[in-house]
């Protein structure tokens, strides 16, 4: 089956993806659903682990859609040279290895661009292409310690704490896409293509944010706020009669709505009168609040919040979550037809554009199942294809 892509947006580009676990993946599919020729190369003896588990299980099933699979053995000569082949007319190679791994196969970006100078090479890697750290193996949950992120995770007093996604992988998989498309939106004008880098440790840097900008800027040093945000107050948890509530109190309009809607006089104290005032208070104050939200239901203050503008919400597990009828609205679950699964549903694209779409035009590929077809469109005869899977090359 030849390829089809999922939008219109990438359809002319052909992405070489030499990616495994979960950071490389990631940007990968972002490229896929957008319509990218995505090719999908597997060494011979990959372990499940390697691409995200097993391929019956939901994590492989999310993370590898839209993509064709070929099998191709880079420690062989042999496999170096289809790949450098196929590199040549190329638009786009991913790779997430360790650093030295793709100059020990003799793939880099230096080698292979000379063979196609248009060629946009993205790494992802632990810590950085080169430094101090950068031989050091990189895995999400030391970025998130090492970035600092879990140290302003979790409640005070009660010791680092990750967050419950793998929130260094994706961003680095996110950034790496957008580079790529940086890099393919430069080379219009210059005509070469170049070198996309990025790592767990610098995406979880960037997207400490705010909190980085108190360090670098003032010399604060974020600390722990648990569910309270560490400087617009009151946000924060809050208990109902049924349940709990996010409140967000972001500026002191805000602020003065929900005093008046609360109506308990112990608010109007000059304690919290401002945002630095409310700061200092931040415990008392939430106190107060939740004496008053926990007489009604999470419903009942999340419509009357919200029609006086106080932004809030109910805290939803994931099966809330896509039971929701807005998340249904935004058709965050889409179908797909799993090869190993039957009928399924995975995580739709975030972005909506007005003219073009992301489908899910096809399912997770069974290792290696396109090799054959995808051989023959970089120009190989049907003998060729029997000759390099006879010798273990695909």
């Known amino acids: 089956m030849p390829f089809e892509p999922a939008s219109d947006i990438l359809s002319d580009y052909t ?124 895995f999400d949950q030391i970025a998130q310690g090492m970035g600092g992120l879990m140290s302003i995770t979790g409640a005070p007093g009660e010791g680092p704490m990750r967050v419950g996604i793998p929130i260094a992988d994706l961003t680095a998989g996110g950034f790496a896409a957008q580079g790529i498309l940086l890099a393919l939106l430069g080379r219009e004008k210059s005509g070469e293509g170049q070198w996309v880098q990025t790592s767990l440790l610098q995406a979880q840097i960037a997207m400490l944010d705010f909190q980085a900008a108190r360090w670098l800027m003032d010399g604060d040093v974020p600390g722990q706020a648990g569910n309270d945000h560490p400087t617009s107050i009151p946000t924060g948890v809050f208990t109902t009669s049924d349940g709990y509530i996010n409140i967000a109190c972001a500026g002191q309009h805000i602020w003065l709505r929900l005093k008046e809607e609360l109506a308990d006089p112990r608010m109007d104290h000059e304690d919290y009168a401002d945002q630095p005032s ?93 090799t054959g077809e995808i051989l023959a469109e970089f120009g190989y005869s049907d003998d060729d294809i029997n000759g390099f899977a006879a010798r273990g090359i695909t």
């Open 15 to 138: 992405v070489l993806d030499l990616t495994r676990v979960r950071s490389g993946p990631t940007c990968v599919r972002q490229l896929a659903d957008w319509g990218a020729n995505v090719i999908k190369i597997e060494n011979p003896d990959t372990a499940g682990s390697d691409m995200g588990g097993s391929r019956q299980g939901s994590d492989f099933q999310n993370l590898h859609r839209n993509k064709r699979s070929m099998i191709l053995n880079l420690k062989d000569p042999d496999g170096v040279a289809i790949l450098k082949k196929m590199a040549a007319t190329a638009d786009v190679v991913v790779e997430n290895y360790r650093p030295d791994v793709k100059f020990r196969l003799g793939i880099d970006y230096e080698t292979l661009r000379a063979i196609n100078p248009r060629l946009v090479y993205a790494s992802i890697s632990g810590f950085g292409q080169d430094g101090p750290l950068a031989g050091r193996p990189g």
């Open 278 to 370: 409310r700061s200092k208070n931040r415990v008392a104050l939430n106190a107060i609040i939740n004496e008053n939200t926990v007489r009604e239901s999470t419903d009942y203050w999340v419509a009357r919040l919200a029609e006086i503008g106080v932004p809030c919400g109910e805290i939803n597990n994931v099966q809330q979550v896509f039971e929701s009828p807005q998340v249904q609205h935004l058709g965050m679950a889409r179908d797909v037809d799993s090869q190993e699964r039957g009928p399924a549903r995975i995580v739709g694209q975030p972005i909506k554009m007005s003219r073009s779409k992301a489908e899910i035009r096809r399912p997770p590929p069974t290792k290696g199942q396109h």
